[in-house]
């Protein structure tokens, strides 16, 4: 997946060790240093290896402004998608990101052909409130 926005913000799957670092220092900074369920650069990769996605917003820098991460996989016989986490940084808030990768995340699901994306129905990040 590669989209280019208007804004010039790049949506794509995460596919290097920068790339999976990034997330993982946005998800400390989102949910702080102690978060327990951070989840590791080798379970990203990994995660996106085997049909999950693992996708970021980035700037024209190639700064990361954002992540969606959710895992594929079979639920009672049948293919099933899990959306598990989102984050966007306090700078692109207000950019419309978050609406766009969920897009995104819904649009992969239907392209793996499943019929039951389940997970957070509404993203919300600490690094987003005022």
């Not at 799957?13 to 900074?29: C, G, K, M, T």
């Not at 951070?38 to 996708?55: E, H």
């Not at 954002?66 to 984050?87: E, P, Q």
Request: glycine share 10%.
């Amino acid at each position: 997946m590669r989209k280019q926005l208007a804004s010039g913000v790049e949506i794509r799957n995460a596919s290097s060790d920068a790339d999976y670092a990034a997330i993982v220092e946005l998800q400390r900074q989102t949910w702080g240093e102690r978060f327990a369920d951070a989840v590791p650069p080798a379970i990203l990769m990994i995660s996106r290896k085997m049909g999950g996605v693992v996708a970021g917003a980035f700037d024209e820098a190639g700064r990361l402004l954002g992540f969606i991460y959710g895992l594929s996989g079979f639920r009672h016989g049948r293919r099933a998608h899990w959306s598990h986490m989102l984050a966007v940084t306090r700078e692109a808030a207000a950019s419309g990101w978050a609406a766009s990768s969920r897009r995104s995340s819904a649009s992969s699901c239907c392209r793996w052909a499943s019929r039951r994306c389940t997970g957070p129905t509404t993203p919300w990040s600490p690094a987003t409130r005022t």
